[in-house]
């Protein structure tokens, strides 16, 4: 195959603009060798968060060989408040046209958000201290409204006032504070929290009334969690109806502090008796989805594992899940990684099964108290002891940053490894949080320019490596580990030696594998400012080629510069710093 390693003058710019920095001073002989990927793996795995409403994000994933847009198709915009009729706004059936034009697969967020409607306005009749339940309060003339007319649970209230906040953080929702009881007769709300700050005389409230109510239990019959199903089935049978396959995520990481109507008790100071605590992600909710058997071609993605391995679909209290359930309803779960460095969650894929405390099995440098480990282990140990389990994706990570080389090196490093990772079942699929963002180019996630759709370097970088992986996109000719190349115990860099062999072949009739060998030093630190800060020197690496195989050409997967590389016999030697390198393997 013939790989051009080369970019556009953009990257080559900002990679001389790159601050080399001090090495820290430290030494590594540790080797990390990762699983091996097989190439139609890797094609199968790439996606980007992206605005529905803008059809070249769409063109921009296919042209890098996304599989994947992940989209949010909100619950009120979905159900009308007054009928509760579910139908799909134009803009959202345009998505998923687009997905269809550019043969991808939706990633549809249903959010939690119930329909709702602004129900009436109140004045505050009197001065009311912080740390107050109970307002004084009147009905705005005119308006054919009442207290009578506030619906206990469905209401909320907020000020008028730029829609602020009545109560501290964490005990409202986007549409208000809970309102607990009214007294028509005394002219008075009874909150469910406390006010943050004094609320002066005069002040003007909204009150906003959901369809339904948030949900005060973990029963799976209650008919709030029964309205959100119906819903979230009502997407799935749309993406199939459009003649799509598809997952229907459900949102958002909880507990999820600004919208907690999975969990009532968050609205209250002093939960109420009938009112269960601290029920979020809601296990009923969970119940309810695997009653489901959906659309060939369309499944749930649990969304209680987003924040935390430990609330993932397998650790649902008993009764378990079976195996009939996941495949027919709720057959993955998603995470959301976020870190300082792109491998800070990762695990020991060799530990991960063996007895011992799962905390104690991340890599060298990564959050020891991450339990995404507790997750993997847990779908990883039910394949072997069941034959089956929960797959897990990636449907939201990134980097925050204006350094764009740095989110380059962020993406492609957490990309490969995070696919790679073992043992089996791998994470099926990455995206990244966003392709492009707002109105105006600024430091953030995205990857694109909004302005000029300038390809950003961490864009281009992923289109080139899938691009290069394309080149062997055809599953792999039987192997083993003898036919795969590996690191030199003679490796003594600044970081671990982290490393990925990626296995294909370049058609289907070919009978020989080709193997890119992805290496690189595997940086980590406590903050993303310190990461990006670090510049390890380039140590030379030796790669120890399998028999009968030549290396070819070595590039770096970030700036796309030829790596000069040196054979002697059956070993390759190459300089490799943080940025991973892929090495070309043929056979001879």
Not at 393 to 405: H, K, M, R, V, Y
Request: contains cysteine; hydrophobic residues 40%; glycine residues 6%.
């Amino acid at each position: 195959m013939h790989l051009r390693p080369h970019f556009s003058a953009f990257i080559a710019s900002l990679a001389l603009g790159l601050s080399a920095g001090p090495a820290p001073a430290q030494t590594s002989t540790k080797i990390e060798p990762f699983p091996p990927l097989d190439a139609p793996r890797i094609l199968d795995g790439l996606g980007w968060n992206v605005a529905l409403t803008n059809e070249w994000e769409f063109e921009k994933v296919r042209a890098a060989r996304g599989r994947e847009v992940r989209v949010q198709f909100a619950w009120e915009q979905v159900e009308s408040f007054a009928e509760g009729k579910l139908a799909l706004p134009p803009k959202f059936e345009q998505a998923l046209k687009w997905c269809q034009k550019y043969e991808l697969e939706p990633l549809i967020v249903a959010a939690y958000g119930p329909p709702r409607a602004r129900l009436m306005e109140l004045t505050v009749t009197r001065d009311v201290p912080a740390g107050s339940t109970v307002l004084p309060v009147t009905a705005e003339a005119g308006q054919g409204k009442q207290l009578t007319d506030i619906q206990v649970p469905a209401c909320h209230v907020l000020k008028a006032e730029r829609n602020q906040q009545l109560v501290r953080n964490s005990k409202w929702g986007y549409y208000g504070a809970l309102i607990a009881a009214v007294d028509a007769g005394q002219g008075t709300l009874t909150l469910a929290a406390a006010t943050e700050a004094a609320v002066p005389a005069q002040t003007k409230l909204v009150v906003n009334q959901l369809r339904y109510p948030s949900v005060a239990t973990i029963d799976p019959t209650d008919p709030s969690l029964a309205a959100y199903h119906r819903y979230v089935r009502f997407l799935a049978d749309q993406i199939a109806a459009h003649g799509l396959k598809g997952k229907v995520e459900i949102w958002n990481e909880p507990p999820w502090a600004h919208d907690p109507w999975d969990h009532r008790e968050a609205f209250y100071d002093q939960v109420p008796a009938g009112v269960t605590p601290k029920a979020s992600p809601n296990w009923g909710m969970l119940r309810t989805l695997l009653t489901d058997t959906l659309p060939a071609g369309v499944r749930y993605t649990w969304g209680g594992s987003h924040k935390s391995g430990s609330r993932g679909v397998l650790f649902l209290p008993a009764p378990s899940p079976t195996q009939a359930q996941i495949a027919a309803s709720v057959s993955s779960e998603g995470w959301h990684p976020y870190g300082p460095n792109p491998e800070s969650i990762l695990w020991d894929s060799a530990r991960l099964l063996q007895p011992g405390n799962v905390f104690e099995k991340g890599l060298e440098g990564t959050n020891a108290g991450s339990n995404f480990k507790q997750g993997r282990q847990r779908a990883a140990a039910n394949l072997q002891q069941h034959g089956w389990t929960v797959t897990q994706q990636i449907s939201e990570t990134g980097f925050e940053t204006a350094n764009q080389l740095a989110k380059a090196r962020f993406a492609v490093r957490t990309f490969l490894a995070h696919l790679a990772a073992g043992p089996a079942p791998q994470i099926d699929r990455i995206n990244f949080y966003r392709l492009s963002e707002g109105e105006e180019a600024k430091p953030g996630f995205g990857m694109i320019d909004p302005r000029t759709r300038t390809e950003w370097p961490a864009y281009a970088a992923l289109k080139a490596l899938m691009n290069d992986v394309a080149t062997l996109g055809f599953a792999p000719a039987a192997y083993t580990e003898t036919d795969l190349p590996s690191a030199a115990s003679s490796y003594s860099g600044t970081f671990p030696l982290l490393t990925i062999p990626i296995v294909g072949r370049p058609a289907a009739s070919a009978p020989r594998n080709t193997i890119l060998f992805v290496c690189y030093q595997r940086t980590h630190a406590d903050t993303p400012q310190a990461w990006e800060a670090l510049a390890p020197t380039a140590v030379p690496v030796k790669v120890v080629l399998p028999a009968g195989t030549k290396a070819a050409a070595a590039w770096d997967l970030v700036t796309r510069r030829t790596i000069a590389v040196a054979v002697d016999g059956s070993v390759a030697t190459l300089p490799v710093a943080d940025n991973p390198v892929a090495l070309e393997i043929l056979k001879e």
